[in-house]
């Protein structure tokens, strides 16, 4: 009887963004036996597994259905490429299954929720990706509050800017044990050397108890 082997590289339902979590699952089934071993590619190159995490599932009977999946928390430029699931099983048989990938970058800022409603002391982080400028053509990255008043407040505690790769800085901010004074609607603005300015979309924090009205 002959063997049937259908194998698919399973693609992110959308593309995934600078600083966003990126996997792929490859699935192995119909098959008349397990896989013997997987290995990725990426451009023709094993995949590092330094930069992934890597989880298999094999199908415990016939018709065997395996997965396995790769995956990494902060996708960047870097990773954009052609990615090739080869399985190999019993008797030399080897499938491969093909997905080009590529890291939408059509957005200035990534921000990571972009609203949250929580209880007063609870643990906040709020994570934001700047795309499209060298680390070093940044010289200020400021966490604002939003006021009526149009003199917008500086947030200056819980900050903490990392390079992610040539063109993506990745921006957070920690709020330990939130009270009803950081209820409010934030933004990002971003000064550059040659004094540009980039903004980022309005998100707003939300405290169990505290009305707020959201400013535009």
């Not at 939408?104 to 972009?114: N, Q, R, S, V, Y």
């Not at 200020?140 to 500086?154: C, E, H, M, R, V």
């Not at 409010?184 to 004094?195: E, G, L, Q, S, W």
């Not at 707003?204 to 009305?211: D, F, K, P, Q």
Request: one cysteine or more; glycine letters at 4%.
């Amino acid at each position: 009887t002959r063997k049937v082997y259908v194998v698919e590289i399973v693609q992110p339902l959308f593309p995934a963004t600078y600083g966003s979590a990126l996997a792929l699952t490859c699935i192995a089934y119909n098959a008349k036996t397990k896989p013997t071993s997987v290995t990725w590619y990426k451009d023709s190159s094993e995949l590092d597994a330094a930069n992934f995490k890597k989880e298999s599932v094999l199908g415990s009977a016939p018709p065997y259905r395996s997965t396995f999946t790769i995956s990494r928390d902060d996708a960047s430029s870097a990773d954009s490429g052609l990615y090739t699931c080869s399985i190999a099983y019993d008797g030399s048989d080897v499938l491969t299954s093909v997905a080009q990938i590529t890291i939408a970058t059509d957005k200035g800022f990534k921000i990571i929720p972009e609203d949250l409603k929580v209880a007063k002391g609870s643990l906040v982080t709020f994570t934001s990706v700047i795309i499209g400028k060298e680390s070093s053509d940044i010289t200020t990255i400021a966490w604002k509050i939003k006021k009526d008043t149009g003199s917008d407040l500086i947030v200056t505690e819980g900050i903490t800017n990392v390079q992610n790769d040539d063109t993506s800085t990745k921006s957070e901010l920690i709020i330990s044990d939130v009270t009803t004074d950081n209820a409010a609607t934030y933004y990002i603005a971003v000064t550059y050397k040659d004094n540009s300015v980039s903004k980022s979309e309005d998100f707003t924090l939300y405290v169990r108890g505290v009305e707020l009205e959201v400013t535009s």
